[in-house]
């Protein structure tokens, strides 16, 4: 689509309403929601509803990420006893 066609992004069979005021494409009836009192596309109202829900819920641990852990632990303290015995020598 050529930008200010006045044709919708998302249906350029279909004249343009409005534009969206995140992403400025020309969108149509029927891709256009009002939000906060302002026109956005589908996409960017999608974006703007997760930002407004905060972050991902923690999930609980798995098998991968216990290893992980066991391993990281075993690298600090291999440093640890390293740096030990080659100062006492």
Known sequence: ?????????????RAGLGVCVECR????????TQFEGINRCASCLGRRLQALEGPAER???????????VAGV???WGGVYLSIHLVTG
């Open 1 to 13: 689509m050529i930008q200010g066609s006045g044709r919708c992004h998302y249906h350029p069979e």
């Open 25 to 32: 494409r020309v969108i149509c009836r029927e891709c256009t």
């Open 59 to 69: 999930r609980e641990w798995t098998v991968g990420n216990g290893l992980l852990a």
């Open 74 to 76: 075993a690298i600090v």
